[in-house]
Each structure stands twice: as C-alpha cells, then as structure tokens.
T-cell receptor
Framework: DAGVIQSPRHEVTEMGQEVTLRCKPI?????LFWYRQTMMRGLELLIYFNNNVPIDDSGMPEDRFSAKMPNASFSTLKIQPSEPRDSAVYFC????????????FGNGTRLTVT | RKEVEQDPGPFNVPEGATVAFNCTYSNSASQSFFWYRQDCRKEPKLLMSVYSSGNEDGRFTAQLNRASQYISLLIRDSKLSDSATYLCVVTTSTGNQFYFGTGTSLTVIP
C-alpha cells in the first residue's frame, strides 16, 4: 500500500520566493496534519484537517503560511514570501480519525531558504 | 504546562542492556497512546501502540499507567539498530489530535 506521499523531497529557494509543498494522504484517511521540525523547536503542529476542513490552524506561524485541502487526496502548504527562518523539515501525516488510529507520516520535505 | 513531557536524554547504553523511557501527560481524558521511532533525517514511524493492559512486541514492552498519567517503553537486549529518537504520543479524548513529546535520544554502543 502506498503511504503518505510528499513532494518535493528537497527544496532550496531564495528568500522572498513562494514555496508550495504537496501531500497525498493514505487513501481512506480522513485527517491530515502538517508538521514542521527543527533542531531548536522539535516537531510542531502547523495545521490539521478533518474531512478536508481545517480544524486547528493555531500553529501556523503567520500570514505567510497557508494550507489548503481541496479534496480528500491532496493538500498543499504554501509559504509566501519565504524567509530563512522557515528552513526546516515539513512533514505531512494522515490518520483515520477515531480512537486508537495512529498517525502515518510522509518522508518529509527538507526546505532550505537562503 | 506541556501536554506531554519526555526526558530528552541522551541515553547511551551498551549492546545487550535494558533501557526504559518514561513519558508523562497532562490530560487525564487522553484516550490513545503511541510510541514512535525517528531515525536521523527520517520521518517518525510508529513503533507500537500502548494499550491499557500493557503490550509487548518482541524486545519492546509498552505500559500505560492512567492513575499516574504516564506511559513507558522498555527495550530489552538493546541492539545497535535501536539507536534512534523515541517519541511518545498522546491523543485527545476524541482521538483526533496528537501531542508529541520532544523525544528521547538513544545510542546503543558496541
């Protein structure tokens, strides 16, 4: 079975550019999560969707970040304009919402903003 | 107060040793519990769920203590390949949101 698929695996961009990260959750999963991980701050939840609806976006750092889930099989996380402090690994994860169902992570996108 | 507290370590143990990690959580209504393993530059991967009665998977044993609000992971006969960061995860009462500990770093030494 295909797991959570993220693209690109690596992204290097210059400050001020727009960055779009993509995620395809596991088929049948109805919850999708975007996380960011850095050495300094660890794993941080940015936003999560349930049945394609954003439920909690309190972790989104600022207005430069936006996330969408137009359908059950696709989500994007956009940063515009990007800044060097956005450099991190961004993980997408999905689950079947409900008790006892774990999270499944994608391979992550390693973002470097110069 | 953080939802989940975890000793970051690092734990450096010799091969064959037994090592235990604990994790405390603040919400007594939390419903589901997990241990994840994360290797360097990789994504977190589910190691095992933690059930109320405790559960075992080979050399790994997970326990839940609801009264004291902690979960534990015991690794017996440590292997070099066990070197990784171990993350405890606790969900909300509905199971819809996941709270991660900061992770405990384990290095198994030859």
């Amino acid at each position: 079975d295909a797991g959570v698929i993220q693209s690109p695996r690596h992204e290097v961009t210059e400050m001020g550019q727009e960055v779009t990260l993509r995620c395809k959750p596991i088929s049948g999963h109805n919850s999708l999560f975007w996380y960011r991980q850095t050495m300094m701050r660890g794993l941080e939840l940015l936003i999560y969707f349930n049945n394609n609806v954003p439920i909690d976006d309190s972790g989104m750092p600022e207005d430069r970040f936006s996330a969408k889930m137009p359908n059950a099989s696709f989500s994007t996380l956009k940063i515009q304009p990007s800044e060097p402090r956005d450099s991190a690994v961004y993980f997408c994860a999905s689950s079947l919402s409900g008790l006892g169902s774990p999270l499944h992570f994608g391979n992550g996108t390693r973002l470097t903003v110069t | 107060r953080k939802e989940v507290e975890q000793d970051p370590g690092p734990f450096n143990v010799p091969e064959g040793a037994t090592v235990a990690f604990n994790c405390t959580y603040s919400n007594s209504a939390s419903q589901s519990f997990f241990w994840y393993r994360q290797d360097c530059r990789k994504e977190p991967k589910l190691l095992m769920s933690v059930y109320s009665s405790g559960n075992e998977d080979g050399r790994f044993t997970a326990q839940l203590n609801r009264a004291s609000q902690y979960i534990s992971l015991l690794i017996r006969d440590s292997k070099l390949s066990d070197s990784a960061t171990y993350l405890c995860v606790v969900t909300t009462s509905t199971g819809n949101q996941f709270y991660f500990g900061t992770g405990t770093s384990l290095t198994v030494i030859p």
